[in-house]
Structure formats: structure tokens, C-alpha cells
């Protein structure tokens, strides 16, 4: 009995000392450790920094000034300043220690270690005896490992592309900020500590552009998007304006599911970062595209391709009013480009643009192709458009040589543009045939404007 006494004593001095053991090296791996009430703020270190005593860090009531100190002495990242005394209030730890299989809360910030930064993980957890008549926590600082280190350099990263980020759980209703600018966390524009309600209140006071204002809120609906998640794990994504101290910009809003993610605990990341400046590059750059798609470079005139979309629009309106169409060919064009140049034709082409403008200022004026141009004049009765047609033939009749030949036709009940331009294309020709009738040496006479003084 005696010797089977002193076996147990040894097993269990063993145990002990095992488990002193252990203790003492994870004792030595953190550079600090606290017990805190985690509703007075009272707190009682169990191993601290000298310098922190020092500079009166460990002096203060509660552990919600104390973070409030270790930023007063700078040795927080600037960057990190705002977000490390989020996640280090009092407020915010217990809200988070209430959610349903919560045992701890994790922070990761960089602090001044010796000569530098490193980057430093903060766990509050929960003892086993926790309770509202025990309502103690422990904390405990660490150096990062270094996937953690890895994992906090890609959040930095992200920090700087993203202005908002947060851990969103549609189920609870709640949120955890990863990155916040410090102005949005005020009643003023609209916080809440339930995600629906900052979402909502955060359009209706105002940073939300108006015009923007209803797909925001039917992009943002809990409902819907819980719905959505359940029924893909795709991202999803909304462009809206938000305003920035005295004016909107562009913003992309991004949706995903967090690795957590359970249909049960739909737990997504939300992300929102500032496009507006690559934005209105793209809106630039495809306002560029749109014009050299419609507009012909030479001339300032609509181009074939916007003519072409015209006449397919126009065909498929239900109702057509009174419609004419004229065609114009310009004349001597081949022999300037032969004689004096591609540059003197340019010019001919463009000094034709220009009469055709002055004159049909309010109506749709195409270059249809190199020497060819076609005016498609609506809602105009059969006398007005004979007269336009009249006097514009009239004022090109002026030169020698007109710079062009021209017809039009006309519709009453028009069914495409198509078959008005054929007809004035016919008479166009009757036109050109008459011009060279008159003088088979018109077209050098004409192109003689363009010999060089």
C-alpha cells in the first residue's frame, strides 16, 4: 500500500510538474497577459511590459484607457491606430463574446517591438467559469506567428485598396469591422451595431446619391440576401455613388462568403472600395469608343455604322411621321485626289461638311461613305422638304462646278429609310449627269481652286 502510495505521489508530482512544464513555455511565449472584467474594466496583469509601467500605461482604472495609452506613447502603426481601439473597446468585446459559439476574439495590429514594428495578435477568451456572477476574460499578447504575420501583410494590402471592410453575419444581423473610416462610426451618418439598420440609416441620411438610392437598398436587403447566398456562392457586386465630405464618388460595394460561410451561419466579407477616378477614365475612354463608333473624324459628321443603327431603329418604330431623305455625292473627288493630293481632297470633303451643316443644321446629317452624304430630315411636309431640297441645290448651284450633286425623296407613310434613299440616290445621279452635261471641263475648272498660289 505504502509503495503503491508513493507511485501515485510521484505520478501525480509528475503531472504537475508537466504541467508547470507546459505553463512556463507558453508563459514565455507571450509578452503579455491579463485578467479583466469584462464589464468594469477592472484588470490585474499577470506579465507586462516594463516599459508600459513605466511610462504609467498599467496605472489607469480600466482596460478601455489602456489601449488609449498605448497609443498615446506611439507604439501603435499609425495606420493601425483607429482599428486596434475598435477592437480593444470594452463595448465591442462584449458584443462579440455574446454571439452564439463565441469562446474568444482575435486582433492582430503592429506595435513597436525593440527597434521596430511587429505585427502582435490580442486573444480575448473565455474561461471555462465564465458567467454574469464571474464575468472575468483572459487577454493575452503574442508576436505573430508567421502565417499569421503573411495572412495580416495581405490584409494590409487589401486595407489599402478597400476603404470598408467588414465580416457581415446575415443570420445575427451583426457585423465585425476589419477596416472603417473612423466618421462613419457615429449616429450622424446613421451607425447601428446591427448591420441592416447601419446599411439602411447610412443611405437615408444622405451619403448615399439619390439617383442611386433604390438599387443600394434593394442590393442591401438582409432578406434578399440571404436568399441570394443560399442560392450561390457567387460574389456579388454593386457600383453606386457615395459621398465623401462635400461630394459623391464612386464606389464598388462587393459581397462574398466568408470560408465560415454555413447556410445555417451566413457569415459573408463586404467589401467597398473608392473607383471613382477609374471610373471616369472608363466613362472617358468609352465616350472616345462611342464617338468613333457614330461620329466621322474628317468631318464632325455621323458615320456609316450610326446611319446603319439609325434605319433599324426606324424601321422598328410602330409609328413614322412625314419623312425625307436626301443624298448627296460630291463631285471632282477622284480627280483632286489624283491631281493635288489626298490632303486637297480632305479639304474638299470637309468644305462640303461644312455647307451641308450650315444648312440642315437641326437634322440628321451623315457621311455615309467617302464622297457620299445623306441627310434625313423628319416630321416635314412634302412643300417644306421640296423647298429645303430647292434652295440647298440652289446654293451649290453657285459654283462653276457644284460641290455636289444631290436628290431627295419623300414619304408620306414611310416603312424605311432604305427605300427613300434609293429614290434620292436616282435623282442624285440625274443631277451629277446634268452638272457634266453642261461642261465636260467642269470638274478641272472646279479642281483648279486648289492649285497652289
Not at 490585474?44 to 498599467?58: A, N, Q, W
Request: proline residues 3%; contains cysteine.
Amino acid at each position: 500500500m505504502n509503495s503503491g502510495n508513493a507511485n501515485n505521489d510521484k505520478m501525480n508530482n509528475g503531472g504537475n510538474d508537466d504541467l508547470r512544464f507546459v505553463l512556463d513555455v507558453y508563459m514565455d511565449s507571450l509578452i503579455k497577459a491579463a485578467k479583466v472584467n469584462i464589464v468594469t474594466g477592472e484588470f490585474r496583469f499577470v506579465k507586462e511590459l516594463p516599459s508600459e509601467r513605466e511610462h504609467g500605461c498599467l496605472d489607469i482604472d480600466t482596460m478601455d484607457d489602456y489601449p488609449k495609452m498605448i497609443v498615446k506613447n506611439k507604439w501603435i502603426y499609425p495606420d493601425d491606430e483607429q482599428d486596434y481601439l475598435f477592437h480593444m473597446r470594452l463595448s465591442y468585446l462584449r458584443e462579440r463574446l455574446k454571439e452564439k459559439d463565441t469562446r474568444r476574439v482575435v486582433h492582430s495590429f503592429r506595435r513597436v517591438m525593440g527597434n521596430g514594428y511587429n505585427w502582435i495578435t490580442v486573444c480575448v477568451a473565455l474561461p471555462p467559469d465564465f458567467s454574469d456572477d464571474n464575468p472575468w476574460v483572459s487577454y493575452t499578447w503574442r508576436v505573430s506567428d508567421n502565417d499569421s504575420r503573411a495572412m495580416e501583410d495581405a490584409m494590409c494590402m487589401l486595407s489599402g485598396i478597400f476603404h470598408k471592410i467588414l465580416k457581415v453575419n446575415l443570420t445575427t444581423d451583426t457585423y465585425e469591422p476589419i477596416k472603417v473610416y473612423r466618421e462613419e462610426m457615429t449616429q450622424e451618418l446613421g451607425h447601428s451595431e446591427s448591420i441592416s439598420q447601419w446599411l439602411y440609416r447610412f443611405a437615408k441620411t444622405g451619403n448615399v446619391h439619390p439617383e442611386d438610392m433604390q438599387e443600394y437598398l434593394a442590393f442591401t436587403n438582409p432578406q434578399r440576401l440571404r436568399g441570394a447566398f443560399k442560392d450561390s456562392r457567387e460574389q456579388m457586386r454593386l457600383r453606386y455613388r457615395r459621398r465623401l465630405k462635400n461630394t459623391f464618388r464612386w464606389v464598388m460595394m462587393t459581397l462574398l462568403p466568408s470560408v465560415e460561410y454555413t447556410d445555417d451561419n451566413q457569415i459573408i466579407m463586404m467589401y467597398i472600395r473608392d473607383i471613382h477616378d477609374e471610373y471616369a477614365e472608363e466613362q472617358d475612354h468609352r465616350k472616345q469608343l462611342e464617338y468613333y463608333c457614330n461620329f466621322d473624324i474628317l468631318t464632325g459628321l455621323k458615320n456609316r455604322y450610326y446611319y446603319t443603327g439609325f434605319c433599324q431603329q426606324f424601321e422598328q418604330r410602330s409609328y413614322k411621321a412625314n419623312t425625307a431623305v436626301l443624298f448627296a455625292d460630291i463631285n471632282g473627288l477622284k480627280y483632286v485626289n489624283d491631281t493635288f493630293g489626298h490632303e486637297a481632297g480632305d479639304e474638299h470633303i470637309q468644305r462640303f461638311a461644312e455647307k451641308l451643316t450650315e444648312f440642315f443644321s437641326e437634322d440628321l446629317c451623315c457621311r455615309v461613305s467617302g464622297d457620299e452624304f445623306v441627310v434625313i430630315l423628319e416630321n416635314v411636309s412634302e412643300e417644306e422638304a421640296q423647298k429645303r431640297y430647292q434652295e440647298f441645290h440652289e446654293l451649290l448651284a453657285v459654283d462653276v462646278l457644284p460641290l455636289a450633286a444631290v436628290g431627295y425623296a419623300w414619304r408620306k407613310d414611310p416603312t424605311t429609310i432604305e427605300e427613300m434613299f434609293a429614290q434620292a440616290e436616282a435623282v442624285m445621279y440625274e443631277d451629277k449627269k446634268a452638272c457634266y452635261r453642261k461642261s465636260p471641263e467642269n470638274a478641272k475648272v472646279f479642281a483648279g481652286r486648289f492649285i497652289p498660289a
